[in-house]
């Protein structure tokens, strides 16, 4: 056989599995994608892309992370409308509300998975100069518990600093436990959550990154920023863990300006509620009961909106 007559053979054998795969992969991305933009262009690139298109949409383009969620019952880790299923029901409302309000809250905690609770109290701090003192406070006062997760944790001296108190908190039997994005985590060399786990803290990842079995999932990433102290003191808001946001220090270089909040009170659990449906996801562990709800502490009526990672 000459050399055209195989190369033509191979051509053959080449578009017949194209003219198969193809068809098969873009109508999988079209009725599993819901951004649109995302499945045309998945689309586009199986029919355009001979052979490699379908192919790469097999290892990149599918979603794996959806079916982890729905196995664990995490679907608030999951895509699309099911954000709202898979939660412990939630029944009753807190006392002294007007009857139009406790009929808006029946219906928020029905969606949300989380009552409106009152007791709060609620303080704005600025930038890493207020935020991490107070958090760090708060680690160095736990006596359960102290659960974080950030997107970035960086291992400058603010990061330090709060690694530090982390360690401590665990040397003195307090369960701590803590994840970092999987992305989020090369902002920063050492690594948080390989210092960490060299201290002994549970570290977790989440979602890193990897070839073998495929998991790139770029966008799939989680912004909470959270600190759950004894689920009576919660830490959120707009701030990763690193220098970037003391601006006080006198340091040069890039300096970023936000908001972080100190809540204490009953709503405080159910952000540390929200870290263990995080830590069930990553590590796929279960804890046993939710966390018990704090004494109040204030005045303020508040409940937890959980937003994502729901979207690739």
Known sequence: ???????????????????????????????????????????????????????????????????????LELPGLGFGYERGRG??????????????????????????????????????????????????????????????ISYIFDTDRAGRAVIDALAAARRRGVDVRVIVDGVGQWYSWPHAPRLLRRLGVPAARFLPPRLLPPRISINLRTHHKILAVDACIAFTGGMNIGDQHVLGDGASGHKAADLHFCLK?????????????????????????????????GSTFGRVLNDGPDED
């Open 265 to 297: 009170g009953p709503v405080a659990s159910q952000l540390e509620e929200e870290f263990l449906r995080s830590w069930e996801f990553v590590s796929g562990r279960a804890d046993p009961a939710p966390p018990a709800l704090a004494r109040p502490a």
């Open 87 to 148: 939660r412990r029901p939630v029944a009753g409302v807190e006392a002294g509300l007007e009857p139009e309000i406790a009929r808006l809250s029946r219906i928020g905690s029905q969606l949300t998975g989380h009552r409106l609770l009152g007791g709060n109290a609620i303080q704005a701090l600025e930038n890493g100069d207020q935020a991490y003192p107070a958090m760090i406070e708060a680690i160095d006062s736990a006596k359960r518990s102290v659960f974080l």
């Open 1 to 71: 056989m000459s050399p055209l007559q195989t190369l033509l053979e191979a051509g053959l054998i080449g578009a017949v599995f194209h003219l198969i795969l193809a068809p098969i992969a873009a109508v999988h991305a079209l009725i599993s994608k819901r951004d649109s933009r995302a499945a045309f262009g998945w689309i586009g690139l199986c029919f355009l892309l001979p052979v490699a298109g379908p192919l790469i949409y097999l290892v990149l383009g599918i979603n794996r992370i959806q079916r982890r969620a729905h196995r």
